[in-house]
């Protein structure tokens, strides 16, 4: 009987945990925003708070003013191509595929 009890909280604690990977998974494919994409897209957003905090510039490492503007991301070609590509689908193609490429 406890070998049955630690069956289940084992078998609990892994569905639990691939949930939150599905979960995650579903998210990125989604949003067509990955962790380190998104991690850049923050950075150039707090810059750019920073920037519009100080007058529209940043103070470069020599004490220079550099102007900074919102940079558009190459990466961003739509969910339904982004879910084929990153699934790694060469069957099913959208006609916009052929334009991003």
């Known amino acids: 009987m406890a070998h049955l009890v630690i069956l289940c909280l084992v078998n609990f604690m ?3 945990v691939l949930s939150i990977l599905l979960g995650t998974s579903i998210l990125a494919l989604g949003s067509n925003v990955y962790n380190i994409e ?12 920073r920037a519009r905090r100080n007058g529209g510039y940043l103070h470069g490492p020599d004490g220079s003013q550099i102007t900074l503007t919102r940079h558009e ?3 961003d070609i739509g969910i339904f191509n ?8 060469s069957n099913v193609r959208s006609p916009f595929i052929e334009a991003a490429i």
């Not at 982004?82 to 689908?89: E, F, K, P």
């Open 82 to 89: 982004n879910i084929a590509q990153g699934m790694g689908s």
């Open 73 to 75: 991301y190459p990466y």
């Open 38 to 49: 998104g991690m850049e897209v923050e950075r150039h957003e707090t810059l750019l708070r």
């Open 14 to 16: 892994t569905l639990f």
